[in-house]
């Protein structure tokens, strides 16, 4: 699990939780954690290497993307709730993560980007895939080499 309970001490009363939780906590922590990393991993995946970054563990991890995730499952845990009951800044953190997911496709994370895989090919093939950190060149037409 990328997003663990102690993490949601920030946003989160322990209480609160912990009332939102009594049904079936492990399995509720699990779930919407799950969720985070696969709502994040649409978003910004075929970009970024995120599976190795959910494999962390501790202070090792993304903070960035750890906020990215807390917001979502936060957002996943509320649904429990009736939807009276869900604050407002849970909503707009909800969707401001989403929104910034969304932008994050293009531009820079300090994540390492993905790297395609294929059979006989150079990765550091422009057809290959990407190699860096930083924004990525779309189109079909090749680098200049400033050769003359």
């Not at 395609?116 to 950190?133: F, I, Q, R």
Request: aromatic residues 8%; charged residues 25%.
């Amino acid at each position: 699990m990328y997003v663990v309970k102690a993490d949601y001490k920030g946003r989160i009363s322990t209480d609160l939780l912990n009332m939102l939780l009594a049904e079936d906590e492990g399995a509720i922590l699990e779930q919407s954690s799950k969720v985070a990393e696969h709502t994040i991993a649409a978003m910004v995946g075929k970009l970024y290497n995120v599976a190795n970054e959910f494999a962390k563990v501790g202070s090792e991890r993304n903070y960035y993307l750890l906020s990215l995730a807390i917001n979502i499952a936060l957002y996943q845990i509320y649904n429990i709730a009736d939807d009276e009951q869900v604050p407002e800044k849970i909503i707009k953190n909800y969707d401001d993560t989403i929104m910034t997911a969304k932008i994050s496709r293009k531009s820079k994370l300090s994540l390492p980007p993905f790297i395609v895989e294929n059979s006989g090919t150079d990765a550091t093939d422009e057809k290959a895939g990407t190699t860096g950190t930083g924004l990525r060149r779309y189109g079909s037409i090749k680098k200049r080499t400033h050769n003359i």
